[in-house]
């Protein structure tokens, strides 16, 4: 019997023995068996995946086989990674943390947890660009900017940011933008640490100056103030008054940014009603665990004045084709698809999940509940303040919610001596200086808790150790000052005040899940988002208390089971990316194209070349490119595409040599946004090199590269991978993401720093993420993903991917026009198929193609991006022939279909095309249109048994950008929607 | 600020303190808050709870409040009790068991871990009863079927039933009766231990003789003998070769029953080939954990001949009304819903979560896969046998596929030195006397584990461990003899071949679970089945390895998280039922009554009155009570029912009289299986006591006693108790049950005993099951349950689902005749509407109104059953306020239409009711009924947003029936499903 591997290219020569594992990851990661993968090489005409590779991928750039093989990166089998996985979580102590900082102990609802976090069907969506196959995330996204501004008191609120830092600098920009460029931004002296070091990254590339002092009375309102940052509480637990300040900041129309927490919010008057401009905040604590510091999801609003000028994804009510209310992504046109350098935001991958599952929080608690948390974590911290007061611990910050920031001298001779009486109870205090020690209470402190961290305070100050009897009643006293106290109402809306018991919180989760399509139900061929399957055994040491459960900034002998995944991986990206040194902090694929420029950027001025700030980007680069160009402080030079799709590299030549003395930097994709790998990349790598610029290769589409190619052997000086497309995190309806950077060594000594940790190089750019490592806790996705597929499966992956995009090529091109081939006539791991004969021909545009896939029980591949007439097709490795070939049937009948409406069958305006989707409202009412209804829903046999029905007809978008509105309807609304 | 209760009945007392938790059970497992809870009191005419309680409880049998306080069973808050279970799983010793005899290491693939185990969409569903709402998982436990029969080539096989020991005697009474009640069944000697300790139980019931001995020499083709009960292999590990025996036992036309195991049947000649009549055994090793003893679905097979006297449920294809295919629960005519007394296997909650869960491996892994498995296992067996014997360990056992039994005297002194060394290592092996040990090796075996088993013989013996490097390459030879190997193909059905990748096995699990109604879309108010929610926080702890990984026979010392569980879980039942003891055996309700009544029955023989053997049972008892009783070797004597569906006392008492002299005892369900609290019920009891009998109180019903009344205080002597229905273990669409028994103190010296563990009483019973506590691993679940909710919480639990049914009859009954109410009015926990009214009216069946439930997105309750003409409707205390409404709305909008048929506005054999459930097929095609498509599909405005489509509309059980097919479909029958 032979133990050789069944899917994928069954190229593992390493002899079987009877100790080889069965449950390889390969077998189970890769869609198409070795039988399949025969048959689709013949339909392609090679008798081997060696000739196929060969004429895919350009001989310049291909490394050796022996460069990516098990000897490089040995595979572990699902048990085996199981096991490694446990080891490591049994590394990280499992200490409690009370640092505060941003970062709290979270109480996940367990229903939120299994039914949410761990459910593929919510996990593994798409970003909601699919309005009618997404409305239940879109529901959920949008009970989330409800919940922000109802808690904040704001007029409008995004569906989220990265983390609690950057979407303070999104707020620096926006102060600055809108004030017309003024170049001074002051920040209070109570805000994080971390949030500060990101402002100085962001400021900058903007050249903005930054002024740190108490906010309360040292803001001086000078002509050039664009804005203020305060933190509300801040961040030694202190509630300020910034009331004055906002009048004062507004005579001179500065902004005021404030930075708060939600769970506070309950108790303390809302910024919205003090003068706020834009609220943000970390929305965590809302059942999202700690992760050693994410994925969370921040949060961001901001008036009505500003609304359009804010940053990332904002969810709109609309109506669809038959009127019916809708939700959609509203004004997308806004950012990256057409902005490019004229952006001012480069957001794009977001934390659609973690803010789903704080809206589920805030859904599942109700006003009620939450105000009930917020009481006792204040009553318990009121009630600490009281005991450790009793030991000589004077409590420095006369207001606070939860946090106190002790005054030690009084109890004991410095500082550590707490600290050392925690570490022996297992509980980590905020570090602040030697007299001071920071303590913040959280939603998860029962009595048991609460008695360890007081006893902490007695046994440092030698008093008797304090028991369950000696308890006080809750104090009656609250330490938040009467005027800053909570009057207004929160959370009114019918959605917050009706799923509380947990058999209805299922239900409205599984109901809203029913109305999305993901991964768990067809394949989902998004061009250049890689959307293949999550696998649930890299899954699941993701919810281990070992890992969730970890402070980012816990001391670092508590997290060396984090540490060790975290250098396992580092190391494993660089021998994939041919580089010498990785950053895990940016958290987003754009987060990470930003931190790369600005490494290139730290790199010139280091070299006494400050001034190169030219960043050259061919026409065809994704619109995060420039934006995070510009956001670096660089000018963005377009260089143009060819006929063929690759870059023009006489007009790159040219511009390299024109913009010689202050070239920067040439930003590419590759394989290309067009889907090919192109001949030239090393040609055009040196040419930029020659004219002293820096090559910053986008990493978006290294599924196609991993054991084939390299950017380093491209030329590349830089790149950044996205973790949640070649290297499996789910995308999560929109993230979270994670785009980690590679470097070659001349730029390593630049990669970002963290104020609270050690990370990064010499001469490291600041902060360019919240946490040291970023989304800390998701890294051990690919992490698995890396150690089960092994080199061998790595590199079977990228070649089974390059193979199914070709068959789907080779299938549909009889049918379709596939806009770019390389001169052997291949695509690499994706097509674009171009429709533009169809608009001309019969007014069918590639939107009115894309929509009636979604009839076929297929999500749309990308659309219009990067060509408007297009269609960019990415099927993934893990995609079985059986999926790619109904796919292409499906295809095809949409073909037959627009051809009766090209020959006049069927009329221009009232097709199958035109009027896709169809919802069952559509086929149980009236029918008058000219084709049956079975046409219109079962197009294919299949269908019958296996259909996905999308839930609203196409949803009407300039409507919805038109009549903007964002937050979750009205009992009336709610009523009305049911009417037929 | 409160911070009482919110939900439920805010009973609560005790003062609310700062440390007061806030994620209490109580506040998410009850549906209504306390606002609902006050205006449904008020819609009855309430003004407390208490006055309701007063009205619907009898005085007789109430207890006192202070009876079931939060003081009696204090309740833990979710966050307390996860760290409660997370301490007691570390009590357990994480020992890797290779102690065999029927249980494995199992390896889980993680997707069906998550997609199916731990999913809320596959444990919630009940019993496939309404097929239209269930054909994912009929079409799962076909595959379940398929995969039995291909593995064990027989012709037929059921979809599960509770455990090997107990299929064996499953087996062993069809022998007996096929045969005509001939007398003698001979065992093998081969037969595991725990399988003769349930099999003598059993055969005592029926007059069985047993006889044990060699069937390869000493079988003794007696007149008498009925059947042979043989193991392939045998406990010991051998492979003996029955084929002979298999002929002489046909000869003298008994049958030949064989205990075998899958794994092994992919490399032995499967018991088909060779003569066997009925095939039984545990399918847990396929991805089923061990679980200190199960759930897992045994599995049953026989000839073709035989299959209608085949216990337990079987799954058959049929077709629906369009004349498409649809799978259905077949024959269910032939069991408990009928045949009660003449019953010959009191089967009915099944295993069917745990099937499915073993159906999915196959999928998963196909026949390669599962052939590869079996060689592995295989091979690592060779490999040990050849390096132990190094050792001087000898392999008594000369042909095996797994097992090895080592006579250890030329190695060490003794078998104890060999355990020694195991318990080092942290390995069990089987305990088999001075001189044997016993070693089995599973799927989970990796080179470490391997090592690891090798090096405790080389350790024992005093020899050089073991390396890597030592081990040889696997070994050529079998020693599975070449005459029973396996030659025949298996799992070459599609379904076996194709969902082979993570993406295939998540997508099909996927759109199997699409298919069905769960408790995660609406309620599922199945009178006498309590469908409430299984929270997630009591599920959590189940699946961790603490718990998952026990083998059911590891030392005692390893499971002392186990053994508190079991410990708590026993106390708190008994202080629920008033009871002085408890056995956890019984892994089902029937089980728990035969169980019971067994426990009766050596009562009376220990007092000199075997000779007591008749049980009286009123005719309204669930089928399973007679059936039961007549198990137990009794004589079942009808009792009649008044017109109020209370026990005719005076029939009662002339019948107990009557039968003074062989009375043994009397079942009686309370409340009754009408949905009422019997005056009587303690005067019932009284006489059967006079006359010398006892009561055995069928506890399906104590959803409505728990903290109100007792089964003690009702005045019986046992009870059992459904845990998967007052005890919030999932229905699992059709098991997994436990049903524990609890008796009074006369009875506990004869609760059941195993014969692996001391369990059970003095003179205790044989055991009743394979495991001492029978599906141990889901006792987690209850323990959660019950602590969790805390003394009050189960007393309101009760309460709110009394108000909940009482609230629902009041809203019906305007429309329809709810049959029976109490003196006051009022129903107990359930309902039953009687629908004789419109048969006669308009020959519109009960049956109809259940299918049009469908077309309203809910599960028909209990239909025709305990009242051929009613339903039974329990709505429990997990539902809402709005989803009662719901309902009720439902049910209104079916009056109407009912009233528009008998008023002659729609036809009577083409109306929506007739025509329910009503698919997406039928709207799509012509339409030619005399409603529209709209009244058919939306007859009310929310099915708009929240509509679930049975996927096949109503199933024509009658064709199902007489053409019989089991299996999976065909290619050819597959495509063919497809067309419209
Ligand atoms: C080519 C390319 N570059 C960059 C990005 C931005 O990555 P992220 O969405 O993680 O910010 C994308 C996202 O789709 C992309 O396709
Ligand atoms: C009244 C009654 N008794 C006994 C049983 C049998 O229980 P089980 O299905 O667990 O065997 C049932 C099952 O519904 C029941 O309703
Ligand atoms: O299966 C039941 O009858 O509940």
């Known amino acids: 019997h032979s133990l050789s591997r069944r899917r994928g290219l069954a190229t593992v020569r390493a002899p079987a023995t009877i100790f080889s594992a069965l449950d390889t990851f390969p077998d189970r990661h890769i869609g198409p068996n070795s039988r399949e993968a025969a048959y689709m090489l013949s339909e392609l005409g090679y008798g081997s995946i060696d000739a196929f590779i060969h004429d895919t991928v350009p001989q310049q750039v291909k490394i050796a086989a022996s460069e990516m093989t098990d000897d490089v990166i040995r595979p572990l089998s699902e048990l085996e990674f199981n096991r490694r996985a446990k080891a490591l979580g049994r590394d990280n102590k499992q200490f409690k943390s009370y640092i505060g900082m941003g970062y709290h102990n979270a109480v996940v609802p367990p229903v939120i947890l299994r039914n949410v976090m761990e459910n593929p069907a919510w996990y593994t969506q798409y970003t909601p660009y699919q309005a009618e196959i997404a409305q239940g995330r879109l529901e959920s996204l949008v009970n989330f900017q409800t919940m922000v501004m109802s808690m904040t008191a704001m007029d409008i609120a995004n569906a989220s940011l990265l983390d609690e830092a950057t979407a303070a600098a999104e707020g620096m920009v926006m102060a600055h933008i809108t004030s017309g460029r003024k170049k001074v931004f002051f920040i209070d002296d109570g805000v994080s640490p971390q949030t500060v070091a990101v402002l100085r990254t962001r400021a900058k590339g903007f050249g903005i100056e930054l002024r740190v002092g108490d906010a309360t009375s040292a803001f001086d309102n000078e002509a050039e103030t664009c804005g203020v940052l305060v933190q509300y509480p801040d961040v030694d637990g202190r509630i300020k008054d910034f009331t004055d300040l906002a009048s004062s900041a507004h005579r001179s129309d500065a902004l005021v940014v404030v930075a708060t927490d939600l769970l506070a919010l309950a108790m303390l008057k809302p910024p919205g009603e003090w003068g706020a401009d834009i609220v943000l905040g970390n929305s965590a604590r809302f059942g999202v665990p700690s992760g050693y510091g994410g994925p969370h999801a921040a949060f961001f609003a901001c008036t009505e004045k500003l609304k359009r000028k804010m940053p990332g994804r904002l969810i709109g009510r609309s109506r669809d084709a038959s009127g019916r209310p809708a939700y959609r992504l509203a004004l997308q046109t806004r950012e990256q698809h057409i902005r490019r350098e004229k952006a001012t935001s480069n957001i794009c991958t977001s934390q659609a999940l973690l803010a789903n599952m704080a809206a589920m929080y805030a859904v599942y608690h109700g006003p009620e509940g939450i105000k009930r948390i917020a009481n006792k974590v204040h009553g318990l911290t009121q009630l600490l303040k009281v005991i450790v007061g009793g030991y000589g611990f004077k409590t420095v910050n006369g207001t606070f919610f939860d946090t106190l920031t002790l005054d030690v001298t009084g109890a004991v001779k410095a500082a550590e001596a707490v600290h050392e009486a925690a570490a022996k109870a297992g509980v980590n205090f905020r570090h602040i200086d030697n007299e001071h020690v920071g303590v913040t209470i959280d939603e998860s402190v029962g009595p048991i808790d609460f008695l360890r961290i007081a006893n902490v ?75 293949k399957l999550n696998s649930t055994s890299s899954m699941i040491p993701l919810t281990w208390p070992e890992f969730s459960n970890v402070h980012p900034f816990a001391p670092i002998d508590q997290v060396k089971g984090y540490l060790q995944v975290i250098k396992d991986l580092e190391g494993d990206l660089c021998k994939i990316t041919g580089y010498y040194a990785c950053s895990l902090q940016p958290n987003s694929g754009a987060a990470g194209e930003y931190a790369g420029l600005s490494v290139i950027r730290a790199y010139h001025e280091s070299r006494g070349q400050g001034y ?123 993230g979270p993401g994670v785009g980690p950077i590679c470097v070659a060594e001349h730029l390593a000594p630049f990669l970002p720093s963290h104020p609270l940790l050690k990370v990064g190089g010499e001469k490291a750019i600041d902060a360019v993420a919240a946490a040291p490592f970023g989304s800390a806790s998701i890294l051990l996705i690919s992490w698995a993903y890396v150690k089960m597929l092994g080199g061998q499966g790595l590199t079977d992956s990228s070649k089974m991917a390059l193979l199914n995009a070709n068959y789907m090529a080779k299938r549909l091109s009889g049918y379709y026009s596939v806009r770019f081939k390389n001169k052997n006539g291949r695509v690499a791991h994706e097509l674009l198929i171009d429709f533009v004969e169809f608009d001309k021909a019969a007014g069918l545009k590639v939107v009115d193609f894309a929509k009636r896939l979604q009839d076929f029980g297929f999500h749309p591949p990308t659309v219009s991006w990067p060509i408007p007439t297009c269609m960019l097709i990415e099927p993934t490795e893990s995609e079985s022939l059986d999926e790619i070939d109904r796919f292409c049937e499906a295809m095809i009948k949409i073909r037959q279909e627009a051809e009766d409406v090209i020959t006049g069958k069927q009329p221009k305006n009232n097709n199958m095309l035109k009027n896709a989707p169809h919802t069952v409202s559509d086929i149980v009412g009236e029918w008058d249109r000219p084709y049956s209804r079975e046409d219109a829903v079962y197009p294919l046999s299949w269908l019958r048994e296996k259909k996905f029905w999308p839930t609203v007809s196409r949803v009407d978008d300039a409507y919805g950008d038109l009549n903007l509105v964002c937050d979750c309807p009205s009992v009336a609304e709610t009523a009305h929607n049911f009417e037929p």
């Open 457 to 531: 305070f007695s046994s440092a100050a030698g008093s008797s150790i304090l028991t369950r009897e000696d308890l006080l009643p809750s104090p009656s006293a609250s330490s938040i000052p009467l005027s800053l106290s909570r009057a207004s109402a929160f959370l009114p809306h019918p959605v917050f005040n009706k799923h509380h018991s947990e058999t209805e919180m299922l239900r409205y989760i599984h109901h809203l899940e029913s109305k999305d399509l993901s991964l768990a139900h067809s394949m989902t061929p998004l061009g250049s988002c890689t959307m």
């Open 612 to 734: 190169r700030d030219v960043c050259l980007i061919p026409v065809s680069a994704h619109g995060t490119n420039p934006a995070s160009a510009m956001m670096a402080g660089m000018k963005v030079v377009p260089v143009k595409n060819m006929q063929d799709g690759s870059v023009d590299l006489e007009d790159l030549a040219a511009k390299a040599e024109k913009h010689r003395n202050s070239l920067a930097a040439f930003m590419i994709t590759y394989p290309s946004t067009f889907g090919v790998f192109e001949e030239g990349v090393r040609d055009a790598c040196h040419i930029i090199h020659k004219n002293g610029g820096q090559v910053y290769l986008d990493g978006a589409n290294l599924n196609a590269q991993v054991g084939l190619t390299s950017p380093a052997v491209c030329g590349g000086d830089v790149c950044h991978l996205n973790l949640h497309k070649t290297f499996a995190i789910p995308h999560g309806g929109g």
